[in-house]
């Protein structure tokens, strides 16, 4: 695989499509398998799989993580026009991919509809949201937790880029400084790192913190005095089909959150009553939703992390996932069995 994660488009085009091509080497004696299963971050990682389900009659399950081609064209990594033409090229191929698949896995419900209208097979066609990366962790913040109302600390923990739309934080965050014990921690770091601290200074947004990168350890401490995590991207069609790992995490540790992503992500935290879902990129909704976490008793932080840790249990933990990938790949083996007998 050639590595590059800079934002030159030709570097990341090679470190996309090299693992695919070269994978495509990797299959002997197929007869030993009897399916493949694609984790696919990138749809490139189908082009192995792809070949072999034609050559050798090998089924798999694709695994979609990310939408494509919305995710590159949508990026801004390839620009305007290269991004159009890329698109419109990749379309027929990445079409097939999806008709071709055994089954298809999607992260969110919405962005299944989507993978269906793009050419996967309706009745092979599903959704399995991501879990958290570290359950156990997870688990004892949750049990550990002890919500109180005397303080009110909303924190961001992820890569500090543009598509989290973190201008809106810093611009709300300096509209509450009058609200005792508030403060914003910033946890993690990017490319806009740097605009987002001189955006915080310019407004003298003093209760915003930036932490800088924490280590997987450390974040067990940061869960633990969050009172409400912020869960955040621009309000871009890809966006309102996904649903961000963050919010796993953060459900996971039994952490209230204040979600300002449309579609899915959302709808998940109204339904299982988690805590404030505002419009992306509205500054006015997230200063009210700010001053609303404030306000909040020591009780109602107290159920919305218990429904947290139920909604993630109930849909998103690695149990309720996992089934939902075995039972696509049983499928596939059952369709695979009933048509060697005819």
């Not at 990445?94 to 050419?119: F, K, T």
């Not at 550990?144 to 005397?150: G, L, M, S, V």
Request: charged residues 20%; hydrophobic residues 45%; glycine residues 8%.
């Amino acid at each position: 695989m050639i590595v590059s994660h800079s934002r030159n488009p030709l570097g990341r085009i090679l470190n996309y499509v090299s693992f695919g091509l070269s994978s495509r080497r990797l299959v002997r004696n197929a007869d030993r398998f009897d399916a493949v299963y694609v984790y696919a971050p990138q749809l490139t990682a189908a082009i192995g799989p792809r070949t072999w389900s034609r050559r050798y009659a090998l089924p798999y399950v694709l695994h979609v993580q990310d939408v494509w081609p919305d995710s590159i064209v949508g990026s801004g990594m390839l620009g305007a026009w290269l991004g159009r033409g890329v698109g419109a090229l990749l379309g027929p191929w990445i079409r097939s991919v999806y008709r071709s698949a055994g089954a298809v896995v999607a992260i969110a419900p919405s962005m299944a509809q989507l993978l269906v209208e793009r050419g996967a097979s309706a009745d092979r066609t599903s959704h399995a949201l991501n879990w958290s990366v570290n359950e156990e962790m997870s688990a004892e913040v949750a049990a550990a937790r002890t919500p109180q109302d005397r303080r009110t600390t909303v924190t961001f923990a992820g890569n500090l880029g543009e598509v989290q739309a973190l201008d809106v934080l810093i611009r709300a965050a300096s509209r509450v400084r009058d609200v005792p014990g508030l403060v914003v921690e910033i946890v993690g770091s990017g490319v806009a790192e740097e605009r987002l601290r001189d955006l915080a200074q310019e407004l003298g947004a003093d209760n915003v913190r930036f932490l800088g990168r924490v280590d997987a350890a450390g974040m067990r401490d940061v869960y633990l005095r969050s009172d409400f995590q912020l869960v955040s991207l621009a309000d871009l069609p890809l966006f309102r089909v996904t649903v961000p790992s963050k919010l796993a995490a953060s459900l996971a540790c039994g952490v209230p959150v204040v979600v300002a992503v449309a579609g899915d992500a959302g709808q998940l935290v109204r339904d299982g009553d988690c805590g404030l879902v505002v419009a992306p990129g509205d500054d006015d909704a997230l200063v009210e939703a700010l001053r609303s976490a404030a306000r909040s008793t020591a009780e109602q932080r107290g159920s919305w992390g218990r429904n947290a840790r139920q909604t993630y249990e109930s849909k998103m933990s690695a149990r309720a996932g996992i089934d939902t990938i075995e039972h696509a790949l049983l499928k596939v083996l059952v369709h695979e069995h009933m048509e060697s007998a005819r």
